[in-house]
């Protein structure tokens, strides 16, 4: 028998929770080169293209660029990432070829939002977008919307015209979509028009200031968009990205210079990363991308139009700033994480350069119990990351937290921050007690406990895993 090399060992070990974890289908919507964020964040996106089964990058409009689609841009970047993809691979296992990627790229067509739905409207994208859903797959397709969504409406729109209702039905449950705000007019039909739908937005249009108040301006617009204190805005700076990506090999030369802010569209996939922190099928648990809660937003001025049915849509965390405050805001909810995923991705863009030996990769965490546990008010709950292990050796540090908002526990003492005290929480094992002071419902409350293991390599990376406690009334 052929004995694996050491370095391919561990790159097998520290691609764990890529392979544990079934791969998300993605096809991308985005209105790339109406400003430099859609091509930052395709750059990021192509260097975790071993998390996802790539069905789709299709060329769109927006409000923004209402006339013009580039499917060339992607290709330029697509082809970047083929020159480094090889050493990608030394890395973590499963990045796709260029060749793979490129015959996926597609595009809708150069007009604005509804007057790109209906008889006669189909493009490449659209059908390419049916064709996913329709593929043999028990996964949903997941679709981040970059731009406007013109080419999902019509997919929709012809779907609906041609096939019986229990087939539409079908179709639409197979469905995953995240918007980045509203970028042009049928966002709003498609929400109205389908409502079973699964669908993320921070509703509404720039023009009325929608940008501000959306969620997905966490990722970096604390001096632009969001306007909110708290994160280390370093991290998210030109100065920073010049020096972590941009000069980083032929991937990174085509990350432009941001004029607004880094990467808005970005938040769109992060929680598909199985870093161990989010899932997908659950956006109010939390995660790099953000956190939402499913409910009827009310009208505000920067919609399009009312809402009409629960969607899944801003809600707050409250967050330890930087700055030493407390800061409970939709915003908060991303930027809590952004050191980690900012780290995360200047590594895997050393990846692109440099061997195995020369760059860091993530730890593999570890519970020494089950992930989920049924408790008692007043029990004391033992916590252990024992097993948790680093594939280049590195010292590890531990960090146990409660999240408060992703569970439904409510305290009845008016806690805030930290609504549940950890015991030895910079340690590998740890304890709580359920509280006895809560907030009654006839169901069980949750409570969600996040451990984050975080190595001691450069940059240094982290992962989680998440204990659910279950308290009984």
């Given at each position: 028998m052929k004995l694996l090399a050491l370095p391919l060992i561990a790159a097998l070990l520290s691609a764990g929770a890529a392979t544990a974890v079934e791969k998300p289908r993605v096809l991308v919507l985005t209105d790339i080169e109406n400003e430099p964020d859609d091509a930052m964040s395709l750059v990021r996106f192509l260097v975790y293209a071993n998390q996802f089964d790539i069905e789709g990058i299709a060329a769109t409009t927006s409000v923004h660029q209402p006339s013009?689609?580039?499917?060339?841009?992607?290709?330029?970047?697509?082809?970047?990432?083929?020159?480094?993809?090889?050493?990608?691979?030394?890395?973590?296992?499963?990045?796709?070829?260029?060749?793979?990627?490129?015959?996926?790229?597609?595009?809708?067509?150069?007009?604005?939002?509804?007057?790109?739905?209906?008889?006669?409207?189909?493009?490449?994208a659209s059908a390419l977008l049916i064709q996913a859903v329709d593929r043999d797959d028990p996964r949903p397709l997941w679709v981040p919307?970059?731009?406007?969504?013109?080419?999902?409406?019509q997919a929709l729109w012809k779907v609906r015209r041609t096939r019986t209702p229990q087939a539409l039905a079908v179709f639409v449950s197979r469905l995953r979509v995240y918007t980045i705000s509203d970028q042009d007019d049928s966002g709003p039909w498609l929400r109205e028009n389908f409502p079973d739908l699964f669908y993320i937005v921070s509703p509404g249009m720039d023009i009325s200031g929608a940008y501000h108040h959306a969620t997905w301006s966490g990722i970096s617009g604390d001096n632009f968009h969001g306007r909110f204190g708290g994160a280390d805005a370093a991290l998210v700076s030109n100065e920073w990205l010049d020096r972590h990506i941009r000069h980083k090999g032929p991937l990174g030369a085509e990350y432009p210079r941001w004029e607004y802010l880094m990467e808005g569209d970005t938040p769109s996939f992060l929680n598909l990363i199985a870093n161990g922190l989010s899932d997908p099928e659950h956006p109010d648990w939390g995660g790099w991308g953000g956190r939402y809660e499913r409910y009827t937003p009310p009208k505000q001025r920067w919609f399009l139009r009312a809402e009409t049915r629960p969607i899944w849509t801003d809600a707050e965390d409250e967050v330890f700033g930087v700055d030493g405050k407390w800061h409970t805001s939709n915003h908060a909810s991303i930027w809590r994480w952004r050191n980690a995923y900012q780290n995360?991705?200047?590594?895997?863009?050393?990846?692109?350069?440099?061997?195995?030996?020369a760059a860091n990769h993530p730890p593999l965490p570890q519970l020494a119990h089950m992930a989920t546990i049924a408790a008692k008010p007043g029990q004391r709950i033992q916590l252990s990351a024992a097993g948790s292990s680093d594939p280049d050796g590195d010292a590890l540090s531990y960090s146990w937290y409660c999240y408060g908002e992703a569970g439904t526990l409510v305290t009845s003492d008016g806690r805030t921050g930290q609504p549940i005290v950890i015991q030895g929480s910079d340690q590998q094992q740890a304890s709580f007690?359920?509280?006895?002071?809560?907030?009654?419902?006839?169901?069980?409350?949750?409570?969600?406990?996040?451990?984050?293991?975080?190595?001691?390599?450069?940059?240094?990376?982290?992962?989680?895993?998440?204990?659910?406690?279950?308290?009984s009334p």
């Open positions: 013009h689609v580039a499917p060339q841009r992607i290709r330029q970047i697509v082809a970047a990432y083929g020159k480094v993809r090889d050493n990608l691979n030394l890395h973590e296992p499963g990045f796709p070829s260029a060749e793979s990627v490129l015959a996926h790229v597609s595009q809708g067509l150069p007009v604005y939002g509804m007057a790109g739905v209906g008889e006669g409207k189909d493009s490449p919307v970059w731009g406007g969504a013109n080419v999902l409406a995360d991705f200047a590594a895997r863009m050393d990846w692109t350069v440099k061997p195995y030996k007690v359920v509280p006895t002071s809560y907030v009654a419902t006839s169901a069980p409350a949750t409570i969600h406990v996040i451990l984050a293991v975080t190595d001691g390599g450069t940059p240094r990376l982290t992962r989680y895993k998440r204990v659910t406690v279950s308290v």
